[in-house]
């Protein structure tokens, strides 16, 4: 290991009688040499080489980017699809800087490459980057974090949300749509589902008799796999217009509770591009909206028929705040809502005193009892 080294002023001078500078360290303890490099105009220049020298030595001296990358992902504790969108995330880093030494990785380099990145996952990319440097600054690989150090990473602008203003404009894309198509779009509505979620169930996810679908894995990329969290795994209730979306699927041996032509499981890519817009365009849809716009939908209407935001949050497989986040706006009227909730309860409780007695005018009628003869 080497030591902090020393900057010192050499004897000699230049040909124009100004100083010469160098620096000299140790190396493996007090008893190795101490090589010497020279020839430095100002102890600026001396501090700065030695301090570069040094980071050499250091033990991570000679890692790259991409070791460093696949030592992390071994040893993080997370769930498989968690370890591989950090994998799928990092690529983008490793391609830039897989073969850059850690120490040689520089701030203006890394934020140069983040303005090259897509919008959709710039963020993401950069913190994940972020995460594995943190990480080599924790095992004193590295000093510092240079995809912090003068590199912002705000916050992507999330597309505006649109959720449908009644079922009314639900069906008229779902009539446009088959015998499959149309009633998955209804029972999304209904229901909350994630699109990966949806296209993923399975008929044996289905429990009439306590009204509820079982959330239990996703198709993500043509892939089954299980939910990404474990809030995720969840049971929502059926209202009478998911059951009756059922109702109207046609009778199919295919596993999927939504199957494809083939039998298989719907692309969801596919499915948006050839099936969805033109559906909107024919049913006079102004704006267009997403798939993911039906589980907007789903939140919208719950809120503002008053469904407890807990219940909510179950149902949904979302934590709290991101349901107070992304949809506790989207209820227009649930000011309304609450005021009526409140009103009814003070009806409720006007009869009763402070005292916590109900007032003598609204009491029930006693009746006598007879005395015993």
């Given amino acids: 290991m080497a030591q902090h080294g020393q900057v010192l002023r050499l004897r000699t001078?230049?040909?124009?009688?100004?100083?010469?500078?160098?620096?000299?360290?140790?190396?493996?303890?007090?008893?190795?040499?101490?090589?010497?490099?020279?020839?430095?105009?100002?102890?600026?220049?001396?501090?700065?080489?030695?301090?570069?020298?040094?980071?050499?030595?250091?033990?991570?001296?000679?890692?790259?980017?991409?070791?460093l990358v696949e030592e992390y992902l071994e040893v993080h504790q997370a769930a498989p699809a968690t370890i591989e969108k950090l994998r799928w995330l990092l690529a983008n880093a490793t391609a830039a800087f897989?073969?850059?030494?850690?120490?040689?990785?520089?701030?203006?380099?890394?934020?140069?490459?983040?303005?090259?990145?897509?919008?959709?996952?710039?963020?993401?990319?950069?913190?994940a980057l972020r995460q594995v440097l943190n990480a080599a600054v924790a095992w004193q690989l590295i000093h510092g974090n240079p995809a912090k150090r003068g590199v912002s990473n705000p916050l992507r602008r999330f597309p505006e949300k649109r959720p449908f203003e009644s079922w009314g404009e639900i069906h008229a894309v779902a009539d446009q749509l088959g015998p499959v198509g149309g009633p998955m779009v209804v029972f999304a509505a209904a229901t909350g589902l994630r699109p990966a979620e949806l296209v993923g169930l399975e008929r044996r996810d289905i429990d009439r008799?306590?009204?509820?679908?079982?959330?239990?894995r996703q198709l993500v990329r043509g892939q089954i796999k299980p939910p990404k969290t474990r809030r995720s795994v969840r049971a929502v209730p059926l209202p009478s217009v998911a059951l009756e979306a059922l109702e109207r699927l046609p009778i199919s041996e295919s596993p999927p509770l939504f199957p494809s032509a083939r039998g298989g499981y719907i692309d969801m890519h596919n499915f948006r591009a050839r099936d969805w817009r033109p559906a909107q365009l024919a049913g006079g849809i102004e704006p267009l909206r997403r798939p993911y716009d039906l589980r907007h939908t789903y939140a919208t209407f719950a809120l503002r028929a008053g469904v407890w935001i807990f219940d909510l949050s179950r149902f949904m497989g979302a934590s709290l705040a991101m349901i107070d986040k992304h949809y506790g706006h989207l209820a227009r009227d649930g000011r309304e809502h609450a005021v009526r909730l409140l009103d009814a309860h003070a009806r409720d409780t006007a009869a009763w005193t402070s005292g916590g007695r109900r007032h003598s005018h609204l009491k029930p009628a006693r009746r006598k009892r007879s005395r015993p003869h």
């Fill in 98 to 127: 897989g073969e850059v030494r850690l120490i040689d990785l520089r701030s203006e380099e890394i934020c140069a490459w983040r303005g090259t990145l897509p919008e959709g996952h710039r963020f993401e990319a950069t913190q």
């Fill in 209 to 216: 008799d306590c009204g509820v679908v079982y959330v239990r």
């Fill in 13 to 67: 001078t230049r040909a124009d009688g100004k100083a010469v500078w160098a620096y000299r360290y140790r190396v493996n303890g007090r008893c190795s040499k101490r090589p010497q490099v020279g020839g430095f105009a100002t102890r600026a220049e001396a501090q700065r080489a030695l301090r570069r020298t040094l980071e050499r030595l250091r033990p991570g001296g000679t890692m790259t980017l991409a070791e």
